[in-house]
């Protein structure tokens, strides 16, 4: 009902603006249609997640006890320097996998970010659409 009275409204003042002094009965069949347009939007919200860390592990220090012990182990067995060279690479690498997965196991937390998308309706603009002494005329305009 607003929007019939303010087209009507609208309309006779444009055609008392056209003729200086129309009356509101040249102007006829008047229709009002609201444009509405969607806009995405993206709405930030929060989420916590954790996963386990391994802390403590001492992987350069496990590499030397066990190069050193290879190396022992590896002149023990053979009474070659050759050997005990091929002791402590092979004792280096087992110490170093051994003291790195020894390590206390941890909870780490953190929060990020992520976007809820969607879309959402709203008001665009207006148009009037009107007849006056035989003539139609559309306008637009915004509220």
């Keep these: ?12 003042a444009i055609s008392l603006a056209v003729t200086g002094a129309a009356s509101a ?14 806009i995405r939007t993206s709405e930030p919200y929060t989420v916590r997640e954790c996963v386990m860390v391994r802390s403590g592990g001492d992987a350069a220090g496990g590499a030397l006890a066990g190069m ?6 590896g002149k023990g ?7 005990a060279a091929a002791g402590a690479v092979i004792g280096g690498i087992i110490g170093a996998d051994r003291a790195q997965n020894s390590g206390r196991l ?8 992520r976007y809820r998308n969607g879309y959402k ?9 009107f007849t006056y002494e035989g003539k139609e005329y559309t306008l637009t305009f915004i509220k």
């Design 25 to 38: 009965e040249q102007v006829r069949d008047v229709h009002v249609q609201d444009i509405y347009t969607e």
């Design 106 to 113: 941890t909870e780490k937390c953190t929060d990020v970010t």
């Design 121 to 129: 309706t709203v008001y665009d603009y207006s148009v009037i659409t």
């Design 77 to 83: 067995a053979t009474g070659q320097d050759n050997g």
């Design 1 to 12: 009902m607003l929007k019939t009275i303010a087209a009507i409204t609208t309309a006779t």
């Design 68 to 73: 050193i012990i290879g190396g022992l182990i």
